[in-house]
């Protein structure tokens, strides 16, 4: 032992372990150095002060005084009308002139999301309609009503995920610009998905009542009527189409979303990976929490 110290003190040997410490810090100070060095800046900063007036105190006076000089380059102070938190790291170097190009490629998404799921999901409710006796008043009984209320409740957070995927893959650098266009987007397609929805219904509608020989006010069979505008408003299919808009939107929309989004988007999740996290004895401090961190926060903008 007292060799082994002698030897440590001549350089020969392993070295102490405050030396080691010493050198892994010196080549830990190198390391980040030259990662440092090989990063590549977007020339934009965001400078972070306490108060507003502290910074509207410095845009002022950045602009009285003119540019800056920095190593050969000048720079500009400009107020931005956002939260430090909400800045979006990772899209400062993408191209502002392509965002309208990705909006609308978006969009293209969406719709075609919007087709696929009418397509895969809606049309084989729809046959099933058409394809039901309703001789003698007959209708589908409630079964066929729970699956109308599922498929709605599925394309809806099927439209809720596309969106949010859109706004976010669009590349804006702020969040609450993010925030803004997921509710334009997700507004324009439950709109979509009502329409879509409202006319497969009049279609099943008006076979329905073809069916059961329903006539309108005048004593008319809907089966001799050859204006589209005449069978419209009449009171059978004015009475279907109110009655399918109200079941479209209470359960379907207004009720049920708001109960399942937070058992299984949050409370679920979140109890899996509780239980996951108990049974790795090696995950701790911030790698736990993120673990735990809300897989899908109830989006209380809808």
């Not at 005084?65 to 990772?90: A, H, R």
Request: hydrophobic share 45%; net charge negative; proline share 4%.
């Amino acid at each position: 032992m007292f060799c082994n110290k002698i030897d440590q003190i001549f350089g020969f040997g392993a070295p102490p372990e405050s030396v080691k410490a010493e050198g892994a810090e010196a080549e830990g100070k190198l390391q980040v150095q030259s990662i440092l060095e090989t990063l590549k800046c977007t020339g934009q900063a965001f400078v972070v002060f306490e108060t507003g007036d502290e910074r509207d105190l410095a845009v002022r006076k950045a602009k009285s005084e003119g540019p800056l000089q920095f190593d050969g380059s000048k720079l500009t102070l400009s107020e931005v009308n956002c939260e430090p938190d909400t800045v979006i790291w990772s899209s400062l170097t993408s191209r502002e002139r392509w965002l309208v190009c990705r909006i609308l490629v978006g969009i293209a998404c969406i719709l075609v999301s919007l087709i696929l799921w009418a397509a895969c999901f809606y049309l084989p409710y729809a046959k099933y309609m058409c394809a039901f006796t309703y001789a003698k008043g007959k209708e589908p009984g409630m079964v066929i009503g729970m699956v109308f209320t599922i498929l709605v409740v599925a394309g809806n957070q099927v439209m809720y995920f596309v969106c949010g995927t859109v706004a976010e893959g669009v590349g804006f650098m702020f969040t609450d610009y993010v925030q803004s266009l997921y509710m334009v987007l997700y507004c324009i397609s439950c709109v979509l998905n009502v329409v879509l929805d409202l006319a497969i219904t009049a279609n099943i509608s008006y076979w329905m009542l073809t069916q059961q020989g329903a006539r309108s006010y005048e004593g008319q069979l809907l089966t001799d009527m050859d204006n589209y505008k005449d069978i419209f408003e009449s009171y059978r299919m004015q009475k279907m189409l109110g009655d399918q808009l109200f079941r479209y939107s209470f359960p379907s929309c207004f009720l049920l979303p708001f109960i399942l989004e937070p058992v299984f988007a949050i409370m679920v999740p979140y109890h899996l990976c509780k239980l996951l996290l108990r049974s790795y004895r090696g995950i701790t401090g911030e790698e736990a929490e993120n673990s735990l961190s809300i897989f899908a926060p109830m989006d209380l903008g809808r």
